[in-house]
């Protein structure tokens, strides 16, 4: 069992507002990631953190910013949501890189209306 | 950048009976994973391979480096199996951290 943990699960929200994902993760792993999937549609990498106070963007550009100010934490928020922000987005973490195991939490899927 | 495809994009089975699922990419890799993911979205990593073959309970992963290829098998499918199964690889081009993952397979098992 994995213990990485997002919230809110499931956010629905008017257009304009500002909004955080949270994320956490107790294994001491010093990458994390976060993913957006659409329906049917493969995970896209849209933030990554190899360590405290190291971020860089994925290859799916994003409007949302994260941070990364404690080793277990590492919220993603978006200034002003709009409707095309609608979308699944998945929190991850691992140990090392691309060859070893990814640890995904359960999600939030965001609904901007 | 690795690119990923799978196959077949929709799979539906009869409870018991073997189930086979395929990964091609483009580029060479170290590793590649297979992950499962439920409906309700969560994923959970099912393996990570870079040679011969690998097996937990009804769940056997294989890849063939040099043809690019990897299966993932399910012996003995039931119900609870239903879910999207997603290879991913590791991105081309330098980056030592990004995955490019496929579309997935859906599979459906009925009772």
């Known amino acids: ?113 | 950048k690795n690119e990923v495809e799978q196959s077949p994009q929709n799979l539906t089975a009869q409870e018991g009976e073997f189930i086979t699922i395929n990964c091609s990419y483009s580029v060479g890799i170290s590793a590649l994973h297979w992950l499962q993911q439920h409906p309700g979205g969560g994923i959970v990593s099912l393996f990570m391979l870079s040679s011969g073959k690998k097996k937990h309970g009804r769940l056997i992963a294989t890849i063939n480096i040099q043809e690019k290829h990897s299966s993932l098998h399910i012996t003995a499918s039931h119900p609870r199996d239903s879910a999207v199964y997603i290879c991913a690889v590791p991105n081309s081009g330098g980056s030592n951290y990004k995955l490019t993952f496929g579309k997935g397979t859906l599979l459906t098992v009925n009772p």
């Open chain 1, 1 to 113: 069992e994995a213990d990485i943990y997002q919230t809110p699960r499931y956010l629905v929200i008017g257009t304009g507002k500002k909004i955080t994902l949270e994320c956490s993760q107790t294994m001491g792993h010093d990458k994390m990631y976060w993913y957006q999937q659409d329906p049917g549609m493969e995970l896209h990498l849209i933030h990554y953190s190899y360590g405290v106070n190291s971020t860089e963007k994925g290859d799916l550009s994003s409007e949302s910013t994260v941070s990364r100010i404690r080793t277990e934490h590492f919220p993603l928020t978006l200034e002003s949501a709009r409707p095309s922000h609608t979308s699944q987005y998945l929190c991850a973490s691992s140990r090392g890189t691309a060859t070893d195991t990814q640890y995904f939490g359960p999600g939030t899927r965001l609904t901007v209306l």
